[in-house]
């Protein structure tokens, strides 16, 4: 029995043994990610294509394909696609985004086999049915619009076009005229053409060599593209915009910029000084825009790592009177950082909470999948997550303050501010 008057014991981080992956490649020549994990009869099965939205013609064909896959099959209605799997104790996502489509299943290892025949008809013999078509097109057109009614899903569309341009996949936005002008026929088209493009395979959990055949052979039945992901040119806007007019007692601000991808070998350490800056409750922005100014309830900063591209952002809903106020107390914050070093103790306090961060994504075997697929997906080897562990483990106050000097305060920066 724990003993809850006795300490806990304490180890240092740098002595956690990672659980082991591997990587293998199938006979039809589709990687495999396999995290084994028998504690417990789960299996997690995710499919990823190399289809969203950023091999599209016309926008919105991608989100429309993956929304349809669930539409029904030759043999089973969309409700009976649905009942199927809840019948089995199954749950099955399908996502897509500019970079990827994927499709996730979650299921037992006792109805992984039946789960696995749903999932081939749903690839294999899709019906494509004109009113479920209709019934998706009409909801996303809601949905949209209700999410640009709101200021921090509008601001986020107008600073992706300010950062990347209007005509870059990661600077379009869906909106209600592409959902309406997409074309069962468009859609019936992308699948049959690009959907299934270089596709990568994810196991983890109770995965045996039984339930490998049975995925090898759903994947020996699709017809697999490797076409080559088309190029489009970055039209950075680095300036401060203001957008005024929205009917709100709050502002909108998004500030960011361009940066250093996961391959570069300073990455860990400009993440872990952003996080300093903005990307916890001990923050510097917190603490100054927050706690001291009460200018905002929260503020964060963060590097996404999109598939073509990688920035930084800082984004915060605002008083409105006090904007511009705001805006200026970010810079200061941000020169304040980069001119300098942070004390002993506050780069110790971060560490210790980036080190009980980690810890936290590994607790189950989808946790612990889901971050070994991050890097499956990016093409990065193990050692990236040891090496992230190394950099926490030794990053100096001083290296903190030349992340933020080189690749925040000195870099092109994009700010918009929505009124």
Known sequence: MLDRTLIPHAYSLSDFQLRTSKIVRLENQVDCLIVSGDLHPICFIELIFKSGGWFEHQAGTAYMTGKMLLGGTLNKTAEEVSVAYETLGSHIEIHTSVDYSSIKLYTTKKHLGQSLNLLEELLCSPSFPLEEFNINKSIKAQLIKSQLAKNPYFASIE????????????????????????????????????????????????????????????????????????????????????????????????????TINRSHSDIHKLNIAVKLLGGFFG?????????????TYGIHAAISHAGNSSYWTISSELKREKSAEALNEIHGAINELA???PSNSETEMLKNFLRGKFLGSMNTILDVTSVYSSLFINNLAEDFLKDYLNTLNTIQSRDISEMIQKYVLSAPTTSLMML
Do not use: W
Request: hydrophobic content about 35%.
């Open 283 to 295: 923050s510097r922005l917190m603490k100054k825009i927050r706690e001291e100014k009460g200018l």
């Open 339 to 341: 001119h300098n070093y």
């Open 159 to 258: 600073f992706n076009k300010l950062l990347f341009g209007n005509v870059h996949p990661y600077g379009k936005s869906l909106d209600v005229f592409a959902i309406e002008q997409c074309t069962l026929d468009e859609t019936v088209n992308f699948f049959n053409t690009k959907f299934t493009n270089e596709p990568k395979l994810i196991l983890g959990g109770a995965i045996g060599n039984k339930e490998m055949d049975q995925i090898n052979q759903i994947l020996n039945k699709l017809t697999i593209f490797q076409h080559a992901t088309p190029q489009f040119a970055l039209n950075t806007n680095s300036q401060h915009h203001v957008i005024e007019g929205q009917a709100s007692t709050q502002a909108s601000l998004r500030l960011g910029g361009i």
